[in-house]
């Protein structure tokens, strides 16, 4: 597993970065925050989740350590995968995804590309106890 990538952004694409490590570019998935929070040429601490399956092995990678948790959490839930889950983080804040599970809002969340009222409902009943634990900030992210 590889926690986090320290390295130089080279390159910058619509839902995917390149940074650089040891001369090795990795190719990074990330959420349209992440993309925001980065700039080519300048060297981060990029978080990441490492999916493998029969087929492909690929990077996910977010700016923040709480963006990373949401991504975990989200994978967990039955029928989200890391793109769905990287399409609802690239829709929703980490602080809105959180704010709509505590005041069980579903319409809220399907408000995020791929996300039901289904989907919607399973993430709320799974989450709201450990979210209310959390820390939900009032500033926009």
């Known amino acids: 597993m590889i ?4 390295g130089d952004i080279r390159f910058i694409d619509e839902d995917f970065f390149i940074i650089e490590n040891n001369n090795i570019g990795y190719r990074i ?3 349209k925050s992440t993309l925001m929070s980065i700039e080519i040429n300048n060297e981060y601490k990029i978080y990441t ?21 949401m991504f975990e959490m989200l994978i967990s839930v039955t029928s989200i995968g890391p793109k769905n889950a990287m399409a609802i983080l690239s829709s929703l804040t980490v602080n809105e995804i959180k704010k709509s599970i ?3 809002d579903i319409n809220y969340l399907t408000k995020a590309k791929g996300i039901g009222k289904k989907t919607a409902s399973r993430i709320i009943l799974e989450f709201v106890d ?5 820390p939900i900030h009032d500033f926009e992210e």
């Open 102 to 104: 505590v005041n069980n």
């Open 29 to 31: 998935y990330t959420s």
């Open 130 to 134: 450990k979210v209310k634990k959390m």
């Open 3 to 6: 926690s986090y990538i320290i």
């Open 49 to 69: 989740y490492m999916n493998v399956r029969e087929d492909d092995i690929s990077l996910f990678g977010f700016y923040s350590t709480e963006e990373l948790e």
